[in-house]
């Protein structure tokens, strides 16, 4: 494949474990188990309607993903897969009472016959298409050679805080390679680091585990020493031989921006919050609260006062963009987003065109993001996606291509050398998110629960029965506590009482494990309970956790 420059699109596919587990109940769910279902159809499932119109149409595309062992977990977890159809299921007779609701109003009306559609049409992908299955589905595309998937730790870790702990970074690594040889027949020689987060001590690991490239943060190669030559157009190395891309800042910049236009449907404003309460019964949460229905009317030009009208009228208010508001016009939002991709490529080729006259090999704008930064929070995210695939077929020496692919057209002798700085992806690029007043108190817990984890290990290398179970449901818990996802949310002010008590409750079972196998016994009715709530990995052995002699 000939291209003078080239784009490379990677896309993180991740949820925290928001699993839980009531034997009885497989209709009710929780707060947090709603982010999973509108992960698969806000995410996931227009993702592969993208991938399948482009490879229909016979449109070039490639890109980079990344799906975490944890949402690997989840996405074949027969519980929340029951869950998940239900959830549909309330949705689609939800939208036949919407239609009625909203038939004085031709706006709201249309939107709402708009969202039943799409939410049969997913039950269908879901059931029939994809059998439920949808890493199968992207692994067809991977086979193909369209999407290459990225390999990633355990439980999206933030590595640079584990680097003092070997035998934890060598389970983070390690535990993953089951489940994506179980599901992708392996992954490729990239290794994602969650949140970007890179200090030097993760290179010899990558090396052991036969990973040849990473990804970090622009600022992390930037300021690297010594600095890159070829700023971050192109790769360097590091002097044990791992490849380094970095991500294009100015491209993330511009996309945040872009994402936030006026025009663009609200994703955080659901009639769900808005209608009296005894409309929505059947979305009550499993804590009694009110959940989404995926019917969303407004656009991000709103104000917070305006609300939709039981009896389905508007009032003159709410339509009014004088006044703040505006009913979500789909067709324009996607006009808007079309019109922004196209501006988007033609200024990355721009910058790509002229970085081109001062390199020796093809520059590359490197665009890593969340994946539910173009769908569950970005609604028209995916249009604009396809839109950059189809436009890029309009230029004769750009190419979209996968992260390994580039690397490996690159002269990897003539790459400089260079030792990427500690940085991350995250606010102000270092560590501040997952280490401040508001969850630093995890860390002293979560220290000493590590060092335990290996001292089990060493002292029990051969058991079996229940003990064997305890031991690997300690190294549950600690992969589940070691999780970067309950300080973020903290840090975030997001679910913080979900957060506070997943941390908490994985830290306090792990040491009533300790103690148990101290004591020796153990109740056979709580082990077996915890391992229903906290199933994942479930072919785990906690002698990874053992010191390599």
Known sequence: ??????????????????????????????????????????????????????????????????????????????????????????????????????????????????????????????????????????????????????????????????????????????IPASIFRRHFGSCSQGFWMPCLGWTPAIEPYLKAYNYSYTIVDSRGLLLGSPAPQNGCFTPARTQDGIYILARDHYAMREIENISVNNLYRNNNRDIGYELPKKDVSQFQSAEGGRSRTGYKYWSRHHTANSIVNPAGSASANEISRAGGSAIYDSQAAENKALEQSKIFLEKTAARLEESAKYLQDAPISLIANNADNFGRFWHEGWRFVESLFRTAAEYKDLKFVCPGEYIFRQGLSSLQAVTPEFSSGCVNGYAETWLDVSNDWIYRHLYRAMERMTELAERFPDDTGLKERALNQAAREILLAQSSDWPALLYNQDSTEFARNKAENSLRNFTTIYEALGSNYISTEWLTTLERRHNIFPNINYRVFRRKK
């Open 1 to 174: 494949m000939e291209f003078r420059y080239a784009i490379s699109l990677v896309l993180e596919a991740h949820l925290p474990f928001v699993r839980e587990y009531s034997k009885e109940d497989d209709v009710n769910h929780s707060g947090e188990e709603e982010r999973f279902f509108e992960y698969v159809s806000e995410t996931l499932l227009p993702l592969l309607d993208v991938l399948n119109r482009l490879e229909n149409d016979h449109v070039h595309f490639r890109l980079g993903l990344v799906i975490s062992p944890v949402l690997c977990h989840m996405l074949c977890d027969e519980h929340l897969q029951k869950k998940y159809l239900a959830f549909l299921d309330k949705q689609i007779a939800f939208g036949e009472r919407e239609i009625q609701r909203t038939s004085g109003n031709s706006g709201t009306n249309k939107l709402a016959k708009i969202y039943y559609d799409q939410m049969a049409d997913r039950r269908f992908l879901y059931t029939e298409k994809y059998e439920r299955n949808l890493l199968k589905a992207f692994d067809t595309y991977k086979r193909r050679g369209k999407i290459e998937i990225l390999g990633s730790c355990a439980t999206n870790a933030f590595l640079p805080f584990l680097d003092h702990n070997p035998e934890s970074l060598q389970a983070q690594m390690e």
